[in-house]
């Protein structure tokens, strides 16, 4: 799949689902930081994090 950079629109909501998104990659880091057999709590974060959509 190839984007077209003239085509792509860059909208609020895009930039706020990359914040989203970059904030998730961020907490699993410092989970796995922490502790680092956190396989649990990166499933309760994951779930609670996918939650958020719903409201």
């Keep these: ?10 909208t609020p909501e895009i930039f706020a689902l990359i ?8 907490a699993l880091r410092a989970i796995g930081t922490l502790a680092p057999r956190g396989d649990h709590r990166k499933h309760q974060l994951f779930h609670s994090h996918r939650g958020r959509e719903a409201q």
């Design 1 to 10: 799949m190839t984007f077209r950079i003239d085509t792509l629109a860059t």
């Design 19 to 26: 914040a989203e998104i970059d904030e998730f990659k961020a």
